[in-house]
């Protein structure tokens, strides 16, 4: 499922993207596409940038469900989280504003991010652990 909205001129595309729906009674060869199409990552709609990179733990090793959200609104059900591969993305509209990202995850401590992109835009983040 493709989830949208409208936050602060940005537009949420959650990680969990799926593939174009499934016909009523698929031929086996149209299911294994389906299966093919909603595990691949969308390619950027024109006039939005990708901001997307990986979030670890301090061992290097990917961490899942990390939730990402922008603003001050906290973690909501739809919200973007990280893959198995730690792996998030969001596309923002193109244009001049600055978004505050947070990352959140229990027994993690919250990281913050705040960036005016002037383009796609890589981050990555090493999470720390709770003390």
Partial sequence: MIGRGLVAAA?????????A???SSPSPSAA???????????????????????????????VKDVCVWVGPN????FSPHTDARGHWQLDVAVGRA???????MPGFKT?????????????????????
């Fill in 74 to 77: 906290g973690c909501k059900q």
């Fill in 32 to 62: 294994s596409t389906v299966a093919a199409n909603a595990s691949a990552t969308p390619s950027v709609e024109p006039g939005l940038w990708r901001i997307e990179g990986y979030v670890v733990n301090q061992s290097g090793k990917p």
């Fill in 11 to 19: 537009v949420i595309l959650p990680i969990a993207c799926g593939g």
């Fill in 111 to 131: 990281a913050k991010w705040s960036i005016t992109p002037t383009g796609p835009t890589t981050y990555n983040l090493v999470l720390d652990n709770e003390q």
């Fill in 98 to 104: 600055t978004f505050d990202f947070t990352f959140e």
């Fill in 21 to 23: 729906p499934a016909a």
